[in-house]
């Protein structure tokens, strides 16, 4: 059984609680509440970047598609107004003029047919384009709601990291000068248990929150100040302390 100084063994109880606020600190870096609003909005923008994709897509093929037909009633329009010119200027036989007349009433059944596309395609095209700016509109607006809460959580996150950084100087100072031996065994414990140390009150230990037995204890109190003891149960370093702290 090692022994350090029991005003070391004291001050330890001190680190051990600074160690526990760091612990609790990095706790609350860990399930920070903007964090998993962060991880919502982000499966959210997947989710609506699909949709935004697919109507962008939508609208890019409708606009191609309503170009297509436009450029084919321009074609018969302007087919037509050859023909209507070259009737109107009367030259030709009259078989060439009763043909012209023939494929003008042609012409504009097959524009009335190209029209009918035409619209059918605007509409579409229009019920897409709104259902795009619906979309983009959503999208943006998460877009800000993300920001927002990044901004929120950047700002606890530096509250947090003064608060360890203030919190590891008090430890530095605390635990400047302790017994190295002390340290080590410590820091071995803390590693291996998340907490190196507790207190004996009474009969029990503060670390497992159970009661020592009277055989135990009686061998802890007949130990010297400066012996370090562990408790039998959860084999933490035990601190002592005087009756009523």
């Known amino acids: 059984m090692p022994n350090a100084p029991a005003a070391d063994q004291r001050r330890l109880l001190d680190v051990q609680a600074l160690d526990t606020r760091l612990d609790q600190i990095a706790h609350r870096r860990r399930t920070l509440p903007e964090l998993a609003r962060i991880a919502e909005l982000d499966a959210q923008l997947a989710d609506l970047h699909t949709a935004l994709v697919t ?16 450029a084919d009633v321009q074609q018969v329009r302007d087919r037509a107004a050859r023909d209507q010119a070259r009737l109107d200027s009367g030259q030709g ?11 003008l009433e042609s012409l504009a059944r097959r524009q009335g047919d190209l029209e009918e596309v035409e619209l059918e395609v605007m509409e579409r095209l229009d019920a897409h384009e709104g259902t795009l700016t ?101 084999g933490r370093i035990l601190v002592r302390l005087p009756e009523g702290e």
């Open 55 to 70: 109507s962008q897509t939508a609208v890019t093929d409708l606009r191609r598609e309503l170009a297509k037909a436009e």
């Open 93 to 103: 036989s009259p078989k060439d003029l009763q043909a012209l007349q023939h494929e």
């Open 134 to 234: 619906e979309v983009t509109s959503a999208h943006a607006q998460l877009v800000a709601s993300k920001t927002g809460v990044e901004a929120e959580r950047d700002a606890a996150l530096a509250q947090l990291d003064a608060e360890a950084e203030q919190v590891r100087a008090d430890r530095a100072a605390r635990a400047g000068g302790l017994d190295a031996g002390l340290v080590t065994l410590y820091d071995r414990l803390r590693g291996q248990l998340g907490t190196g140390a507790a207190a004996l009150r009474g009969r029990r230990c503060e670390g497992c929150r159970l009661e020592l037995n009277p055989l135990d204890l009686d061998g802890i109190k007949a130990k010297g100040p400066d012996v370090v003891v562990r408790c039998e149960e959860c």
